[in-house]
């Protein structure tokens, strides 16, 4: 899975469970491991940064703007 700006964390997270049952189920072949472990790992990364970005944004929402005050 290729990750674009239109991948969604719902289908990165999929993805990555995937790839965790595979590493679990030792069905990943040791020549795709590297690989495998490097798309997971791009994956953590971005599901990371969605989800530090919706918190910044209901902070941003449920908290007072310091400014106005």
């Known amino acids: 899975m290729e990750i674009t700006e239109n991948t969604t964390y719902e ?6 469970k995937v790839i965790v049952n595979q590493l679990e189920l030792k069905e990943v072949k040791i020549d795709d491991l590297s690989a495998t472990v490097i798309q997971a790992k791009e994956l953590v990364e971005f599901c990371r940064k969605k ?5 910044e944004d209901i902070k941003r929402i449920i908290e007072p703007d310091k400014e106005e005050d």
């Open 11 to 16: 289908e990165a997270l999929q993805r990555l």
């Open 51 to 55: 989800l530090d970005k919706t918190e």
